[in-house]
Every structure is written in C-alpha cells, then in structure tokens.
C-alpha cells in the first residue's frame, strides 16, 4: 500500500509540473494566479498522501487544513487587489 | 474495503491530471477557469474520500472529510472570485482581441 501512495504521489507530482509551466509560461499575471491555486490545491493533496506514507496521518491532516485555509484567502486576497488594479501582463503593461 | 479506496483515490488522480492538461492546452483564461474549478473540485472531492474510506472509521476520516468539505465550499467560491475580477478587467477571450467585456 506504501508502493501505491508513492506513485499516487508521483503522478500528482507530474501534475503540479503540468500547472507550474503554465504559471512560468502565462500570458497575463492572472493566468499565473489560476495555476498558482491549481498547484496550491495538489499539494494539500500530496500533504495528505505523505502522512498515510509516513504513518503520520494525525498531524498532517491539521497541516493540509492550514494549507487549504492559506490558499483560499490568498486567491480571494488576490482576486480583490486586481478587482481594482487590473489584470493585465505586468511587462508589457497592456 | 481497500480495494474501494484505491478505485476512489485513482480515478481522483486521473481528474486531478486532466484538470493540469486542460490548464495546460485551453486557449484563453476563462476555459482555462473551466476546467481549473471543475477538476480540481472533483478530483481532490473523490481522493479525499477514498483516503477516508483506507483510513476506517475515526477522528482522523472524520477531518479528512472535515477538508473535503471545505475544499467542496471554498473552490467554487475562489473560482468565482478571480473570474468576476477578470470579468471587471477586460481580459479578452481567444478569438474576439478587442472585446470590453463590461464597465
């Protein structure tokens, strides 16, 4: 069962991957944003699955609770500054 | 038992990974939105709930499916407010450049 949580892990890893090209990659900063809460979301996930790795689950459960708090509140915080600055590309300044 | 667990937590992963494709592959913001929200809801909702079914019945399930509610909660919600501030800034969509969306 430790075989199969490493290589759910793994795969959730490939993922993130997927997700962080399109944050170095994307074309206006809130492109970036979106991947950024993508990976935010996999890694509670991948949190989890290391605590049924290491046996541990009772106290990475309390650290993915925080995690998920933490990404919520920065997205909203996020989605507000650009509510009133705009959402544009930060190089070009269009 | 297990073997419920491992099909709940696979086919999770797999909408997980689909969720990173279409980020990857989708033209414009908004699509990429679309399947951001609903995959992820979906995927982190049906492998939170096979890791509790592994781990029986308890207090640590017991938060596991405490976590999955909230994610059920709080990523629609977080979806909405990032594509409603896209929406206020005129990010255009893949195929109509100089749309103005409102205000």
Request: without cysteine.
């Given at each position: 069962m430790q075989v199969f949580f490493l290589a759910t892990s793994l795969v959730i890893l490939l993922a993130v991957l997927l997700a962080l090209y399109r944050v170095i990659k994307g074309p206006a900063i809130i492109d970036r944003i979106v991947g950024l809460n993508v990976i935010g979301t996999k890694t509670i996930t991948i949190i989890l699955l290391t605590g049924f790795l290491f046996e541990r689950i009772e106290f990475f459960i309390d650290i993915a609770f925080v995690y998920a708090l933490i990404n919520f509140i920065g997205l909203l915080t996020f989605s507000k500054y650009f509510e009133r600055?705009?959402?544009?590309d930060w190089r070009t300044g269009k | 038992m297990t073997v419920l667990a491992v099909v709940f937590v696979c086919s999770g992963v797999f909408f997980l990974l689909l969720g990173a494709v279409g980020i990857l592959r989708f033209p414009d913001f908004y699509t990429r939105m679309h399947a951001a929200g609903k995959c992820d809801t979906l995927g982190v909702l049906l492998t939170f709930l096979g890791l509790a079914i592994y781990e029986g019945f308890g207090l640590a399930s017991a938060k596991i499916l405490l976590i999955a509610l909230f994610l059920l909660l709080t990523s629609p919600t977080a979806t909405h407010a990032i594509a409603r501030a896209a929406l206020n800034n005129t990010v255009t969509r893949a195929g109509r450049p100089e749309e103005t969306v409102r205000r």
């Open positions: 600055k705009g959402a544009n | -």
